[in-house]
């Protein structure tokens, strides 16, 4: 089947993360039951036309889909029919001159500084396997910025605390180091006291579940959300709000934007620059706070006695 063919591909010759595979299959997989009317046993994407894609565009549309989502469904489609042309003979891209509308971009949700301090500063169980793990990965999160992805797969031999830092495998099997402080060290050295005493034969990643087994996605969210619920002001509570949260205090506390960008993995620059726009906006909304002039309220500037 030509688009297992190509998931493979994505995964395997391009590197691609589990995640992002995904994404693609779940996005061709939309467009083929749309375009087959549901009979997808007669999908066949070298038939496709600019106008089935565009009508496709539409009923998206129409259903409330955001024009960032649709832009992300197509560029899937794209890549798909691209590889096609490479490897099965399309002579043309039906979805390569489609036109897309610019969705406004929202800027990265992020958790307040004083919020993930009253989180991570409170006392746990620490004779407590999960507990202790749980809290880990939450202040790992934070501390470094890693992907949810990475931290998945982050090994046990890759982390040095010792040297304080550790090594992690991010989009297209980059390596990158990260340092960390002595914070994320001892909680580190806590959790491998207290696995190596609870749990028989973990696997080779650092994080395991009580049966020696790995972490998986959804239960990693679900870790972070019950830590954050009702605890902070965030729409959105996610590893990634915390990869967020790290890279816009980082920023804030004087970071060279060089640096956090290796930091996080980010191949350009422009991806790291999103957050300068949140630096800016925390700037003027403690400017307003703060300075007597600031804002005039009630017909007087500042607090008047």
Not at 216 to 233: E, F, Q
Not at 286 to 297: G, I
Request: glycine residues 4%.
């Amino acid at each position: 089947m030509l688009l297992n063919s190509f998931l493979t591909y994505i995964r395997c010759e391009l590197n691609l993360s589990a995640h992002t595979v995904l994404s693609y299959q779940n996005d061709i997989e939309q467009w083929r039951y749309f375009a087959t009317n549901g009979k997808i046993d007669e999908f066949h994407p070298i038939d496709a036309t600019q106008a089935d894609i565009r009508l496709w565009i539409s009923h998206l549309a129409s259903n409330g889909i955001s024009a960032r989502s649709i832009k992300r469904k197509v560029q899937s489609l794209r890549a798909f029919f691209r590889y096609l042309m490479k490897q099965h003979g399309l002579l043309s891209n039906p979805a390569a001159d489609i036109p897309l509308a610019r969705g406004e971009k929202a800027l990265p949700t992020f958790i307040r500084t004083n919020e993930i301090a009253d989180i991570l500063d409170e006392e746990w169980d620490k004779t407590d396997f999960i507990a202790t793990r749980d809290r880990l990965i939450v202040l790992m999160f934070y501390s470094t910025g890693m992907r949810c992805s990475e931290l998945m797969e982050l090994l046990d031999c890759d982390i040095n605390t010792s040297k304080g830092e550790l090594k992690v495998l991010g989009k297209r099997n980059k390596e990158r180091i990260i340092p960390f402080g002595n914070e994320l060290s001892e909680i580190i050295t806590l959790y491998r006291q207290l696995r190596d005493k609870n749990v028989a034969q973990p696997a080779s990643q650092l994080f395991v579940r009580p049966n020696g087994e790995p972490l998986y996605r959804s239960l990693i969210y679900t870790i972070v959300r019950n830590t954050l619920a009702g605890r902070v002001n965030a729409s959105k509570q996610s590893p990634h709000v915390l990869r967020h949260s790290f890279a816009t205090d980082m920023l804030n506390n004087g970071a060279d934007i060089n640096a956090v960008q290796q930091l996080l993995g980010h191949q350009s620059l422009a991806s790291t620059q999103i957050y300068t726009h949140i630096t800016y906006r925390e700037l003027k909304h403690n400017y307003e706070l703060a300075h007597p002039r600031a804002l005039k309220k009630g017909g007087h500037y500042g607090n008047s006695n």
